[in-house]
C-alpha cells in the first residue's frame, strides 16, 4: 500500500479564539473528538481517497493540540469569557478547519500518525440520497466544504462562519457561504442529518484486508532483490565497462507503445476515482508491441474513422492508458483512455482497420461499468469494469421476465448478448416497439457501493445509464433519480423503451425518466401519467421526450406530446415542467389535458382553446383541433412555457 505525507502550511495566524491552556485543550479535544474529526474529513480533499481521507482527518485533530507555553491572551472588544472548555473548544475548531484548508498530499517519506498497514479502511456505504450528496460535496472546493460544514453541523451563524474562514486564510468567505447555501437548497430533506449519519462518519468504519498475495510476492522480490544486489557488487567491481553505443532516438512518448500506462489491478477498490483511471490493462495481447504500436499510430496520426458528437479527433497529448488488447471474435481489439476520450483501435483478419473516439471525461462507476468492444451477428461484446461482480441481461419489453446471467471471461470480456428480436405484448411491455436489450450489473461491495443498475447500448462506445424517478408521495420532498432494477422501475421503462431508439449514435450518456405528474380524466376514464424522459451526452447537451401515458385496453406506445433537443428542461437545472395534449374519451368526446410539475401552482390555455385551472392539471371539453398555447404560473410568482403537440 503507498503511503503518503500529508503536508500542510499550517493554519493561518488569524484565528479570533485565544490560545487555550494545554489541559483545557486536551479535554475539548477528548470531549468533541468525534465531532472535530467530522469536520475535518468534510473538509479535506475528496482526492486523497477514502482510507487517506480517513485518516488524515485523524491526524489533523490529533495535531491540533497547542504546544509550548500558552500565549497571554490580548485585551479584545468581545462579549464576557466562555467556559475554558468551551472557549478551547472554539479554538481547536478554528484550528483543525485551518489545518483542513491547507492540507494536500505529497509524495514522500513517511505519514504522519496515525498509520494503517495491511489494511483498508472506509466509511460505510449510504442510500441513494448520501450518494448525491457525497458526488455534490466533492465538486465543491474546500472553503465550500467547510462553509458548509460550519453551518449545518456545528451551527455557526453567518457571521462567525465568515469570520473563522477568514481567519483561516480564505479569501472569499462570503463567496463560500453563498455556494454552500445553494447546495444546501438543493439536497431534499435534513442535510445536517444526512451529514450526521455513519456513511461521512470517519470514526466508525469498515476494515478490509489488503491485496494478501501481492504483498507475500513483494516481499518475496525485495529479498530476492537484497541477495542479487549483494552479489552482484563484487563483480562489478571486478568488471571495466566498455562505452555503449548511443541509443536510437525514442520515438513520442504518446506514440511509444512502452510509455502506455498500466494501472494496478487492485487499484480501483482503494481509489476515490471509481472511473476508467482505475481499469487495469487486460486481454491477451497487452504485450504485442507490435499491435500496440498500430493502436498507437492511427490514433497519434488523426486516422479516426468515427467520433461520437462533441469529441475531439485530435491526437494524444501525453501516453494514454492501456485497458484492454486481445481478440474478439478473430478481430484484434486495443482499448485506450487518455483521460478524457476512450479510443477503440479494431484490426479485423481481412478489412481495413478503425479507430473509434468517444468522450468519457467525468465517468463514474456506472458509466464507467461498461465499453462495448465488437458488434456482430452474433450480439454484442463488452469489457465490463473490475468493479462489476454479477452480469445480467434482460429484455426491456419484457418487465415481468426473469433477468438472464450473462457469462464474463476471465479478462472481463462477455458472451455476446443478442438484440432483443421482438417487442412482448400481453406482459406488461410495448406493442408496436421493437425491444431493447439491457444489461443488468451490480458492484463489487468492496468499492462499498454495492447497488444494482441498467445500462443500454445506444450505439456509442459506452452503454447508457437508465435511472427512473417516480411520483412524489403527497408532503414528500421531489425524489432523486434512482435504479431501474425493481419491478415498478423496469415496469415503468418498459413503457418508455420506444424512445430510446431515436437516441442511437447521438453520444447519450444516461437517461431519467421522469413521473413529473399525474391526472384523472373526464368521463371517468383512469388516470393519466405525464413523463419526461432526459437524455444527457457526454457533450453536456440533453434532450427531454415528454409522452403521456393514458389506460388502454390494448398496450402500445405512450402518446407522444413534445420532443425537445437541446434542453435543460427535466433536469438538475430545468425542474419546472408544463406539456398538453388532445385526448379522446371512450365516448367520444375530445379534451385538452394539460398537467405541470410539483410547482406549478396555475394553468392558462389561449388559442383554440380558451381555459384556466388552479393547480397542477387542466381538463377542458374542445371542440376540434387547433393549435394551443399553454402558461404556467409558479409558486414563487414566475412563470413557465407549455409544451404541446404541433398540431392537436
Avoid: K
Amino acid at each position: 500500500m503507498q503511503q503518503l505525507r500529508i503536508s500542510s502550511t499550517g493554519p493561518a495566524t488569524g484565528i479570533s479564539a485565544p490560545r487555550p491552556a494545554r489541559d483545557a485543550a486536551e479535554a475539548a479535544l477528548v470531549e468533541h473528538y468525534a465531532a472535530l474529526v467530522r469536520l475535518a474529513h468534510l473538509v479535506l480533499p475528496p482526492a486523497l481517497g477514502r482510507q487517506r481521507r480517513v485518516l488524515t482527518a485523524h491526524a489533523v485533530v490529533q495535531r491540533a493540540l497547542p504546544r509550548g507555553r500558552p500565549e497571554r491572551p490580548a485585551a479584545r472588544a468581545v462579549p464576557a469569557p466562555r467556559a475554558p472548555r468551551e472557549e478551547a473548544h472554539a479554538w481547536l475548531r478554528a484550528r483543525v478547519v485551518a489545518r483542513a484548508l491547507a492540507t494536500r498530499a505529497v509524495r514522500p517519506a513517511a505519514l504522519a500518525l496515525p498509520r494503517v498497514t495491511g489494511l483498508r479502511i472506509f466509511p460505510r456505504a449510504g442510500g441513494g440520497d448520501e450518494l448525491a450528496l457525497d458526488r455534490a460535496l466533492a465538486a465543491l472546493d474546500p472553503p465550500t466544504r467547510a462553509a458548509l460544514a460550519l453551518t449545518a453541523l456545528e451551527g455557526l451563524g453567518p457571521e462567525t462562519t465568515a469570520a473563522l474562514l477568514a481567519g483561516a486564510g480564505v479569501s472569499d468567505p462570503a463567496a463560500a457561504l453563498a455556494a454552500a447555501e445553494r447546495l444546501r437548497s438543493t439536497v431534499p430533506g435534513d442535510l445536517a442529518a444526512l451529514l450526521r449519519g455513519p456513511e461521512f462518519d470517519p470514526c466508525t468504519v469498515h476494515l478490509r484486508p489488503t491485496d494478501l498475495l501481492r504483498r507475500r510476492r513483494r516481499g518475496r522480490i525485495a529479498v530476492l532483490a537484497a541477495a542479487l544486489l549483494l552479489a552482484a557488487v563484487p563483480a562489478a567491481a571486478a568488471l571495466r565497462p566498455e562505452p555503449a553505443p548511443p541509443p536510437p532516438a525514442p520515438p513520442a512518448p504518446a506514440a511509444d507503445p512502452a510509455a502506455l500506462h498500466r494501472t494496478d489491478p487492485g487499484r480501483w477498490a482503494d481509489t476515490s476515482r471509481v472511473d476508467f483511471t482505475a481499469w487495469p490493462a487486460r486481454g491477451a495481447r497487452t504485450g504485442d508491441t507490435a499491435l500496440l504500436g498500430r493502436a498507437l499510430a492511427a490514433w497519434t496520426g488523426g486516422a479516426a474513422t468515427r467520433t461520437t458528437p462533441g469529441t475531439a479527433g485530435t491526437a494524444p497529448s501525453a501516453p494514454p492508458a492501456l485497458l484492454y488488447a486481445g481478440e474478439t471474435g478473430g478481430t484484434a481489439v486495443v482499448l485506450l483512455h487518455d483521460g478524457l476520450r476512450l479510443a477503440r483501435y479494431t484490426e479485423p483478419p481481412a478489412g481495413t482497420p478503425a479507430l473509434t473516439l468517444a468522450r468519457a471525461d467525468d465517468a463514474d462507476v456506472t458509466t464507467a461499468a461498461a465499453v462495448v468492444l465488437a458488434r456482430t451477428a452474433a450480439g454484442t461484446r463488452y469489457l465490463l469494469a473490475p468493479w462489476i461482480a454479477d452480469a445480467e441481461v434482460r429484455d426491456l419489453a419484457a418487465p415481468a421476465a426473469p433477468s438472464r446471467d450473462l457469462p464474463v471471461g476471465p479478462d472481463g470480456v462477455t458472451a455476446p448478448v443478442p438484440a432483443a428480436s421482438s417487442a412482448h405484448s400481453g406482459t406488461g411491455g410495448t406493442a408496436g416497439c421493437a425491444g431493447t436489450t439491457v444489461l443488468r450489473l451490480r458492484s463489487s461491495a468492496r468499492i462499498v457501493e454495492d447497488h444494482a443498475f441498467l445500462l443500454a447500448d445506444l450505439g456509442g462506445l459506452s452503454p447508457a445509464h437508465l435511472t427512473w424517478t417516480p411520483l412524489p408521495a403527497a408532503g414528500v420532498p421531489s425524489r432523486q433519480p434512482r435504479e431501474a432494477t425493481g419491478p415498478l422501475g423496469l415496469a415503468a421503462w418498459a413503457r418508455s423503451g420506444c424512445l430510446l431508439g431515436p437516441l442511437r449514435d447521438s453520444g447519450v450518456r444516461s437517461v431519467n425518466r421522469w413521473e413529473f405528474a399525474d391526472q384523472r380524466l373526464p368521463e371517468g376514464a383512469g388516470r393519466a401519467l405525464w413523463v419526461c424522459a432526459r437524455a444527457e451526452t457526454w457533450e453536456g447537451t440533453g434532450r427531454a421526450d415528454v409522452t403521456l401515458e393514458t389506460p388502454s385496453r390494448v398496450p402500445g406506445p405512450a402518446r407522444a406530446v413534445a420532443s425537445v433537443p437541446d434542453t435543460a428542461a427535466c433536469g438538475r437545472f430545468g425542474q419546472h415542467v408544463l406539456a398538453g395534449s388532445p385526448w379522446t374519451a371512450p365516448s367520444g368526446a375530445r379534451y385538452l389535458l394539460a398537467a405541470g410539475s410539483r410547482h406549478v401552482t396555475g394553468i392558462t390555455a389561449g388559442g383554440a382553446v380558451r381555459a384556466r385551472a388552479e393547480g397542477r392539471v387542466l381538463a377542458v371539453r374542445t371542440g376540434g383541433p387547433g393549435a394551443v398555447v399553454l402558461d404556467g404560473r409558479l409558486a414563487d410568482g414566475g412563470t413557465v412555457d407549455g409544451w404541446t403537440p404541433a398540431a392537436g
